[in-house]
């Protein structure tokens, strides 16, 4: 029963984007359309003034040549899921960001328990949702077994994208071979298992371009924020590629990540290395960088997705002043960081 009211809360987005189709619905089809909610509570909301409903609205961005408007601001599920939290703490996590407009859904198999969590959610939302997840192999023979559990976990026969996980690490001739990884998604595209193929990681930004020279790539997501632009600075050599060629680019790790990076990914009151004062600029950074649609943040509660969604409806780009001291202090910081997501080349 807890679960039952848990799910019912967690996609209120489908209501309220349902109740502003138009008039012409008539009440019939409008309850057909609100399925994860009430209809009392939904009947009761149709008298909100278009006004009410540009305040709860989260911006959205094409992302790319996909051509989707996907939200802002993604969740990100690593944190929770390998935290890890039980199942209905987690539903609580991500709904509080579904119900709120996020839309992009970034998850993977390695992320603990992440898939389990949100296999409870999807299905309620799932049109309204660009739910993505990864293979971590160059394999595809591994590649296939992710897939299938992939989509086992999270009650969907289909992803809209699948990302080539830390290509930064990968073997880039392995992941091209006729067995490769990329040979299998491709193949998976043709058959509507997934919409979009895609490449992240953390590390290596020429193995990004080589692979976005195959043209075979939609989407990239990589480490991107005021500090590793000093490091990594996946913004100069990769970025520029990606534009190029029109594909969507999602940054991570934008509040710079966890304080002593993936060794306290199950520690997540160590906080995250960006103070609390600087988080709504770091999110900006990121989705002020030209061709980013997307800033992905994994919340490791409740309060953090919440706050994490007040960022994104607040986001406004950068002035100048702020850029300024915003990159000045990363510049410091760089130093104290380091290559701690692995080589750089």
Known sequence: MKNDIILKQSCSLTVRESLWQGDAMDRR?????????????????VGKQASARQVDEMPKRVLGRTNEKVSILGLGTAPAGEGPVDVQEGI?????????GVTYIDTARIYGNAEEILGHLI????????????????????????????????????????HIHSIGGKNIDRVLAKDGALEYLLKQKEAGKIRFIGISGH????????????????????????ADRNI??????????ARKRNVGCV??????????GFRNHRSGYIGCVTEPAYLPNAMAY?????GVSVAVVGPYTVEQSIQNVQF??????????????????????????GPRYGAIT
Do not use: W
């Open 29 to 45: 089809e409008f309850l057909k359309k609100i399925g994860c909610a009430g209809a009392g509570l939904a009947l009761a909301a």
């Open 92 to 100: 609580k996590i991500f709904g509080e960001a579904i119900d709120r």
């Open 123 to 162: 299905p309620k939302c799932r049109e309204k949702l660009f739910v993505v997840s990864k293979v971590s192999t160059d394999n595809a023979e591994r590649a296939e077994r992710s897939l299938a559990e992939s989509l086992r976990l999270l009650k969907t026969d289909y992803l809209d994208l699948v």
């Open 203 to 226: 590390n290596r930004p020429p193995n990004f371009v080589r692979m976005l020279k195959t043209d075979q790539i939609d989407v990239i997501m990589c480490v991107m924020n005021y």
């Open 232 to 241: 990594y600075d996946f913004e100069s050599k990769v970025l520029p590629e």
């Open 251 to 260: 940054a991570m790790k934008v509040y710079t990540g966890i304080k002593g």
């Open 286 to 290: 990121a989705l002020d960088l030209e």
């Open 312 to 337: 994104a409806r607040k986001y406004k780009p950068l002035s100048n002043e702020q850029r300024t001291s915003l990159l000045e202090h990363g510049r410091k910081l760089a130093p104290s960081l």
